[in-house]
């Protein structure tokens, strides 16, 4: 039993700072706060998805009408096969190939430009989400926020989410198109071959949300 008391006095005196336990002082303010609240909650995360959703939208309209140009050569073709001379027939399939390889590009660049479109944001936001944690945990005297994901139990008194988004907002303004410049004026954000969608990952929480 001795032994279990010299093992845990020591984490006890880290985790609650050994001046806590002097007389009139303040134990230590511990917070913990919810990443993908703040993502999906606060007005700059909605509109950056938002902003990303209407960039995939364009995106996917041109992949679209060009599914449609290879869908309407194709029907062509089968319509007028019979009447058609070899020569013509060979250009109308080579035109139909051509078609398909530039769709199959389409949706390539479409991807790599909206993963990288995602990567910016994330990458914005996660710098705004780290210099409002700062501030925020300055402001109200916090020792400690934690982010839930590394949390295996808080009690509700210690979640700090409604607040942090109120800061977050307070600091943040929502006045920018995030695939244009933030209002700190940092820059910004496939099933067969023949129909391919931009990959939709831009409703995901920003990955590597900085911790405290």
Request: hydrophobic content about 30%.
């Given at each position: 039993?001795?032994r279990?008391?010299i ?5 006890f ?11 009139g ?5 511990i917070?913990?706060?919810?990443p993908?609240?703040v993502?999906?909650t ?6 950056m998805?938002?902003d990303?959703?209407?960039a ?17 050569l194709?029907?062509k073709l089968?319509?007028q096969?019979?009447s ?8 109308m399939?080579?035109d139909i190939?051509n078609?398909?390889v530039?769709?199959n590009r389409?949706?390539e660049?479409a ?21 409002t944690l ?14 839930k ?8 008194q210690?979640e ?13 303004k929502?006045?920018s198109r995030?695939t ?6 940092k820059?910004t ?8 969608t ?7 929480t ?5 911790h405290p």
């Amino acid at each position: 039993m001795q032994r279990t008391r010299i093992v845990l006095l020591p984490l006890f005196l880290a985790l609650c700072g050994s001046g806590a336990l002097a007389q009139g002082e303040a134990p230590s303010k511990i917070g913990v706060f919810d990443p993908e609240a703040v993502w999906k909650t606060t007005e700059v995360g909605k509109k950056m998805n938002q902003d990303l959703s209407d960039a995939r939208d364009r995106l996917q309209t041109g992949i679209d009408k060009k599914q449609q140009e290879i869908e309407a050569l194709v029907e062509k073709l089968r319509q007028q096969q019979a009447s058609l001379s070899d020569d013509k027939a060979q250009q109308m399939q080579k035109d139909i190939q051509n078609k398909r390889v530039e769709l199959n590009r389409m949706n390539e660049d479409a991807t790599n430009d909206m993963k990288q479109q995602l990567n910016e944001v994330q990458g914005r936001f996660q710098q705004m989400l780290s210099e409002t944690l700062d501030a925020f945990g300055k402001e109200k005297h916090f020792s400690l926020i934690l982010n839930k994901a590394g949390v295996d139990f808080k009690t509700d008194q210690i979640e700090v989410n409604q607040e942090l988004i109120t800061k977050f907002n307070e600091v943040n303004k929502a006045t920018s198109r995030s695939t244009g410049k933030s209002s700190s004026g940092k820059p910004t954000a496939s099933k067969t071959p023949e129909k391919k969608t931009p990959d939709k990952t831009p409703k995901e929480t920003p990955k590597d949300t900085p911790h405290p």
